[in-house]
């Protein structure tokens, strides 16, 4: 079935870096959503990217949509200890027998040294 | 609105016990699905919902596993006879539309001993 890989695995940044998470897909994807899941926590839903090539901001946070929608990135600015967590990428099925279906991504484990 | 409503929080039960997880989604949401989360195997979506009907079960590990949703405000995921390996964090999810945002409930976390 469809399936995002999702790289790195895990990202140790001091705070202030930049960080950057992929995700890759074989096949042409749907759509891309982020979510962000604390320790201890739940996923939190980012973003939804839907066009080709789409980017989107969220103060520190840039998204971006490849044009051939089979890869999908996001981008924290100057990270900051709140950052923490896992980012998972989540692809969502807008059509056929598993429509509304949402399979994610391995996700990124981001620690911040202050 | 509460949000998605899971019970128990934590369980711990011993090998061969029966566990039942609930779930309440946010009112008026026609998908609910229901998510495994281990280290090992990331986050592993079980089955999902669509206004109460089972649309892909796919991922039900096996026959030890069943999900229910009786009416739109309420779902269980039963697990008979449990077995240590099914010791994880289940998530239970609520959606409005076929291709919108997932709102995810706090987790049950289960340990089987």
């Known amino acids: 079935g469809q399936q995002v890989m999702q790289i790195p695995q895990y990202q140790h940044v001091q705070e202030g870096e930049d960080f950057t998470t992929y995700c890759n897909s074989s096949?042409?994807?749907?759509?891309i959503q982020w979510y962000k899941q604390r320790p201890g926590g739940h996923p939190v839903f980012l973003i939804q990217?839907?066009?080709?090539?789409e980017v989107k901001k969220q103060k520190r946070l840039t998204f971006q949509f490849g044009e051939a929608k089979k890869n999908s990135s996001l981008h924290i600015t100057a990270t900051q200890t709140t950052d923490v967590g896992t980012y998972f990428c989540?692809?969502?099925?807008?059509?056929?027998?598993?429509?509304?279906?949402?399979?994610f991504g391995q996700g990124t484990i981001l620690t911040v040294h202050p | 609105d509460a949000g998605v409503i899971q019970s128990p929080r934590h369980e711990v039960t011993e090998m061969g016990q029966e566990v039942t997880l609930r779930c309440k989604p946010i009112?008026?949401?026609?998908?609910l699905f229901w998510y495994r989360q281990t280290m090992m195997r990331g986050l592993e979506l079980l089955i999902y919902?669509?206004?109460?009907?089972?649309?892909?079960d796919s991922g039900m590990p096996e026959d030890r596993f069943s999900a229910k949703m009786p009416n739109a405000s309420f779902s269980t995921l039963k697990i008979q006879p449990s077995e240590p390996r099914d010791s994880a964090v289940y998530f239970c999810?609520?959606?409005?539309?076929?291709?919108?945002?997932?709102?995810f409930g706090e987790g049950s976390r289960l340990t089987v001993l």
């Open positions: 999810a609520s959606s409005l539309w076929t291709d919108g945002e997932l709102f």
């Open positions: 096949t042409t994807l749907s759509n």
């Open positions: 990217l839907v066009k080709s090539g």
């Open positions: 989540a692809e969502r099925n807008a059509g056929g027998t598993s429509y509304g279906k949402l399979t």
């Open positions: 009112s008026g949401h026609d998908y």
């Open positions: 919902f669509n206004n109460n009907v089972p649309i892909d």
